[in-house]
């Protein structure tokens, strides 16, 4: 597998060598290619600390198909996806193409190389007339909101998905997540979905509990401190959209492809190691 090395950073203005992020560290989870020496470094020994890692960030990524395709099929048919990482198998522009919808996609980050790779692939494969990338910090709503690109792409008179997949454990208290969220909320139409997913470790064993708290002390060190947050606090960002079926529930547990299927030794471990949920605008 061939990897990005120390030289391809002049590549990315801006991309941070002096620590590992979190956008690159999942890559390496998740198996990709565009990640460095101290990314690699950094998620090998989380892995250590906590086994199901890899196994997490998999289905954390199989929740994002599954709700993707679950709003296409709703007749959704705009997309704004927040911390939408280094694009890997499944992203949401090709979940797109995958079902023929003619459905618009915005992919925000402010990670350099998350940035200039969805950039890339999206020009490789011809899709810019569809879907495009936003470098911008979800803490920054209007900037996001009024972007050019978003402002192409999106009509907001129609309802959207909005995606935080895997995003909330980056975004400190200190940040009033729930303020914002309702800014991104108060801009979106009846019918549109707010998505998130988030590492946890509420509903955990007391031993993952201690493994998760490890390793969120070990993000301390890189671009991106990681947050843990339990059910209740979580079920909170939604603010008064209710939930759709099945509710907050463990990522396997959101609508499984193959309802009762046994689940593989590495998905049950990580199984209870995050929640998700998808809420929708009422009338
Ligand atoms: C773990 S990855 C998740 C990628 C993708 N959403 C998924 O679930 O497969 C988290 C991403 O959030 C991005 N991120 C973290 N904080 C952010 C912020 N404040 N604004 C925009 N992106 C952010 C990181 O750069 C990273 O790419």
Redesign the pocket.
């Known amino acids: 597998m061939s990897t990005e090395t120390e030289g391809d950073a002049a590549r990315f203005p801006g991309v941070d060598l002096s620590r590992p992020?979190?956008?690159r560290?999942?890559d390496w989870y998740?198996g990709g290619a565009h990640n460095w020496a101290i990314d690699r470094e950094f998620g090998a020994r989380i892995e250590t600390m906590l086994p199901p890692i890899k196994a997490l960030?998999r289905s954390?990524?199989a929740f994002?198909g599954r709700l993707v395709r679950a709003a296409l099929d709703s007749g959704i048919r705009q997309f704004l996806?927040?911390?939408?990482?280094?694009p890997?198998v499944?992203n949401v522009h090709e979940i797109v193409r995958q079902h023929g919808a003619d459905a618009r996609v915005v992919y925000?980050?402010?990670?350099p190389v998350?940035a200039a790779h969805s950039r890339m692939l999206l020009q490789q494969e011809e899709a810019t007339g569809w879907a495009g990338i936003v470098q911008?910090?979800?803490?920054?709503p209007s900037a996001v909101l009024e972007s050019p690109e978003t402002r192409r792409l999106i009509d907001f008179d129609q309802p959207v998905c909005l995606?935080?997949?895997?995003?909330g454990h980056?975004?400190g208290d200190e940040?009033d997540v729930p303020g914002v969220l309702d800014r991104y909320r108060d801009r979106l139409v009846a019918g549109s979905w707010l998505g998130l997913?988030h590492i946890a470790c509420d509903d955990a064993t007391p031993e993952q509990q201690e493994q998760m708290r490890g390793g969120a002390a070990s993000y301390q060190d890189t671009?991106?401190p990681l947050w843990l947050r339990d059910r209740a606090e979580l079920a909170r960002w939604f603010g008064p959209w209710p939930l759709l079926s099945p509710g907050m529930v463990h990522l396997p547990d959101w609508r499984p492809d193959v309802p009762d299927e046994p689940l593989s030794e590495e998905e049950a471990q990580a199984r209870g190691l995050a929640w998700c949920g998808v809420a929708t605008r009422p009338d």
């Open positions: 992020s979190a956008a560290i999942y998740l960030a954390n990524r994002l996806d927040i911390g939408s990482g280094i890997a499944g925000v980050d402010y990670e998350a911008q910090d979800f803490l920054a995606l935080l997949i895997a995003l980056f975004l940040a997913s671009s991106n």
